[in-house]
DNA sequence: GTCTATACCTTGATAGAC
DNA sequence: GTCTATCAAGGTATAGAC
């Protein structure tokens, strides 16, 4: 939190509010958190809520975002760029991520929440591994990388299949990321 | 709709609630069609739709469903199964059947939509194609072709990818289809 | 500027009349 | 079998206290 002239200090209620929204939208959802709930989780009046972020899903934007969990993730050597990926993205999912991920798929119908995975998932994925893939239909390659990256955290957090789940992290990502990387290298090679 | 003995028959109303809720669910989701929406579209009391369907979510389950669209996916030769999957599902799904996996994505939030994807999911594409596969770890492997499935319908009708979106099908499905194929392959042949 | 109390509207659901 | 009346929960807006 920057103070400073300028930006109003953020009060103690403010502070709250936001904790307990992240924690409760992570654990119930969009549609499963009332405005009431995270005022009481926060121990301040409900229209405190809308008083500081606007609206309830001011506050869910202002909450939940992926952009720590997605950058960097396509960074390395191209040769086992898939296996880097997976590793990164689903040690940070098995984190609090993974409620965040499955509670902005909750949330698609905001159009804003859509924009937010939208541009989060092309600025550190799909762009910057375009920008490294030799061969030809880098771009599609790349969005096609994302939508595999989807596909696992869909499976893994969203809609969880228990039998996926259960495995140990190591095989589920060794054989995933052969699927990755036959998009990551170049087809004409 | 099958009538005889034993089987009250469906009325006028039940019908019109039934296809109401199909249009207006597929294209605006389960949060964004209210059960008054639903009634006026079918020109019916909203009392009826409780009455007949005993709840929103019975409505939302009764019209909502992926089985036509998975059913027999995984059927044909294993050397280019990963493009027959692809052509037949993207083709279903660019129907209406694109709003009604985009709808359950939205209402996962519910038990039994969580219930009803990954039982439709197993039973027609995972389970199937887990008894086809030759190699090590054919279980997971299916597992993951289903990730995969979610993946690219997400990115295509959940959270639709424009770019994505726009491309000639062909392309798509023809690079997306050898990430498929690295986990139909026996890894070991 | 920060917080509290309160009221308003939409929506899912139910009871009971006809 | 169908409709009217009504309730409870929840998102939102506003008036006013401190």
């Known amino acids: 939190m920057r103070r400073g ?9 403010q502070r709250a509010i936001r904790a307990a929204a992240a924690r409760l939208f ?7 958190t ?5 005022a009481a989780g926060a121990g301040v009046d409900p229209a405190l809520v809308n008083r500081h972020f606007g609206s309830k899903e001011g506050l869910f934007l202002a909450t939940m975002s992926v952009d720590e969990d997605f950058r960097g993730l396509v960074d ?3 040769g086992e760029l898939g296996r880097a990926i ?9 984190g609090p991520g993974g409620g965040v ?8 119908a905001l159009p804003e929440v859509r924009a937010h995975l939208a541009r989060s998932t ?28 989807h596909g696992l955290l869909f499976s893994l957090h969203v809609s969880p299949d228990p ?10 990502l060794d054989a995933y990321a052969r699927a990755l990387q036959a998009l990551i290298d170049d087809p004409t090679a």
Do not use: K, N, W
């Open 101 to 108: 991920f499955a509670a902005l798929v909750g949330a698609l």
């Open 34 to 38: 009332s405005v009431r709930d995270i």
């Open 122 to 149: 092309d600025e550190h994925v799909v762009g910057p591994l375009a920008r490294r893939l030799s061969g030809p239909d880098a771009d599609l390659r790349a969005r096609l990388v994302g939508a595999q990256l």
């Open 163 to 172: 039998e996926l789940a259960q495995r140990p992290r190591a095989e589920v």
């Open 26 to 32: 992570a654990r119930h959802g969009y549609s499963g």
């Open 76 to 78: 390395g050597p191209l």
């Open 86 to 94: 997976l590793t990164r993205v689903v040690t940070r999912m098995d």
């Open 5 to 13: 002239p300028g930006r109003p200090p953020s009060s103690h209620a």
